[in-house]
């Protein structure tokens, strides 16, 4: 099993929609998540962070469930402008303070 | 905020020449620099973690002698390609990050990327 998983989609939504995207986690000693956001060929960057208890951010609500081991993004009222592909990442994997990236789940927002 | 500055952005170079990678910290210390590797439509694939003043840390099927990491000071950081071929085209970036004094590194410290370069190899 993979480190950290995402379905890598796409998911294609029409603007205004509200979408989800899910990311599981194997190692229960992780310590800290991060949702990043990656256009084609550029950098990742930071979208935000997500907390225990939950965290929203304008139109992003991010959501840390580690029963389930699992962080959520929720996207409500779709831009065009959200389109990209969102990464997961997850830190301190068994005492280790590398990163660890998921593949990334494609969003296209559509007209 | 803090930037990390890549060069070069895009790099066509015919098999068998080496490339090289810089990683600069414009306005922080970079303790410990990451490089990773992208595929097309695949995740970042960490290939090593290096740490100002000591030799890079490489993942399990990374070549240390195919790929050369310097990081000499606290704000530069250097990938070479050696001999590369064409399944070495890939978009390579870094990202930097920083530790908190005393106690080392916060879990929740953020990671600053570089712009990344698309190595293409004829």
């Known amino acids: 099993r993979k480190e950290v998983e995402q379905d890598p989609g796409p998911f294609n939504v029409p603007e205004g929609a509200t979408v989800a995207f899910n990311c599981t986690y194997s190692?229960?000693?992780?310590?800290?998540f991060f949702w990043y956001r990656q256009d084609c060929r550029k950098e990742p960057k930071l979208l935000m962070s997500v907390y225990s208890s939950g965290n929203e951010d304008g139109r992003f609500t991010a959501q840390l469930n580690r029963a389930s081991q699992y962080i959520s993004l929720l996207i409500r009222d779709s831009k065009l402008s959200d389109s990209a592909t969102y990464l997961c990442v997850v830190n301190g994997s068994g005492g280790s303070y590398i990163p660890t990236f998921g593949r990334g789940t494609s969003l296209i927002v559509h007209p | 905020g803090a930037v990390v500055s890549q060069h070069p952005s895009r790099v066509i170079c015919k098999s068998g020449t080496s490339v090289k990678i810089e990683c600069r910290s414009l306005?922080?210390?970079?303790?410990?620099m990451f490089w990773y590797r992208q595929f097309p439509k695949q995740s970042l694939m960490l290939m090593a973690t290096s740490n100002e003043g000591s030799k890079a840390t490489y993942e399990q099927g990374v070549e240390k002698d195919k790929f050369l990491i310097n990081h000499a000071s606290l704000t530069l950081s250097t990938l070479t390609v050696t001999s590369a071929h064409p399944e070495d085209s890939s978009f390579y970036i870094c990202?930097?990050?920083?530790?908190?004094?005393?106690?080392?590194?916060?879990?929740?410290?953020?990671?600053?990327f570089g712009s990344g370069t698309q190595l293409s190899v004829l």
């Open positions: 990202s930097a990050r920083t530790t908190t004094s005393g106690t080392g590194y916060s879990l929740n410290e953020k990671l600053f």
């Open positions: 190692n229960s000693a992780s310590q800290s």
């Open positions: 306005d922080f210390q970079a303790t410990t």
